[in-house]
């Protein structure tokens, strides 16, 4: 068994741990939606992407949204250098239930290269 090091870990500063932290994201205009989720983003103080995850009991039992969450982890983890410092709310939609990790990994991937990037280059981004 191998000790995840450096920027390969998930530690507690890259999350978004507080209510208030998710209220903040409740009312930002900078969204974007891909097949199954739906990100929502706001720039932040510190100098590291952070995230937060909301899967309710409409997307399946609790088996599917634990295993929905761990997905959304992992690919944070090794994605999260490559944004800009954001406090990012992954909110998954009924659709995810169906994904299985690669499915996954594309979508937010997808959606983490159009976060930070003015709305008019999203439209275009996505065609």
């Known amino acids: 068994m191998s000790v995840a090091t450096g920027d390969a870990r998930f530690p507690?500063?890259?999350?978004?741990?507080?209510?208030?932290?998710?209220?903040?994201?409740?009312?930002?205009?900078?969204?974007?939606?891909?097949?199954?989720?739906?990100?929502?983003?706001?720039?932040?103080s510190t100098m590291t992407a952070r995230m937060g995850i909301t899967v309710s009991r409409k997307v399946g039992c609790a088996v599917v949204r634990n295993r929905i969450k761990r997905y959304l982890r992992e690919v944070f983890r090794h994605d999260r250098m490559l944004?800009?410092?954001?406090?990012?709310n992954i909110i998954a939609r009924r659709e995810s239930a169906l994904m299985d990790y690669s499915d996954v990994r594309r979508e937010i991937t997808r959606a983490f290269r159009l976060i930070?990037?003015?709305p008019c280059s999203r439209a275009s981004c996505s065609l």
Request: aromatic share 8%; glycine share 4%; no cysteine.
């Open 83 to 88: 944004l800009p410092p954001v406090d990012v």
């Open 12 to 44: 507690k500063t890259a999350r978004l741990r507080k209510r208030v932290e998710f209220l903040k994201l409740a009312n930002v205009r900078d969204k974007t939606a891909v097949k199954g989720f739906l990100l929502v983003w706001s720039v932040n």
């Open 116 to 118: 930070g990037t003015p």
